[in-house]
């Protein structure tokens, strides 16, 4: 996918048939002509010697958490170090997955 920024519009151009089904549904997702579009927000960091993938959460759109094969032992708060969300867990929960990893105990 090529994409191409000239201050502030970006544009998206995509160079196979599963790229052009990808950016057809994200418009679909995203764009809604009879009311409000939605936004992207950026979610963590993009830092390409890292990990070169940049992840967004649409507002607006109900996401489902997954959830890793941990649990937690005890209750107990655990928290993403990446996108700084919270969630409190009780004994045996399974422990969720956020901005692709197991998120980190704080107690």
């Known amino acids: 996918m090529k994409i ?3 201050k502030n519009v970006v544009e998206f151009l995509p160079e196979n048939e599963q790229e052009t089904s990808s ?3 994200l418009w679909r997702v995203v764009v809604d ?7 992207m927000t950026a979610i963590g960091e993009y830092i390409p010697m890292k990990e070169n ?3 967004f959460v649409i507002e607006g759109v109900p996401g489902a958490t997954t959830y890793s094969a941990d649990t937690a032992v005890e209750e107990c708060t655990v928290v993403c ?3 700084n ?5 009780k004994g045996g929960d399974a422990v969720p997955l956020c901005c692709g990893r197991v998120m980190d105990t704080v107690d």
């Open 33 to 39: 002509c009879a009311q409000d579009n939605k936004r």
């Open 85 to 89: 969300k919270y969630m409190q867990l």
């Open 53 to 55: 993938l940049a992840r």
């Open 4 to 6: 191409h920024i000239d």
């Open 23 to 25: 950016l057809e549904t």
């Open 81 to 83: 170090t990446t996108c």
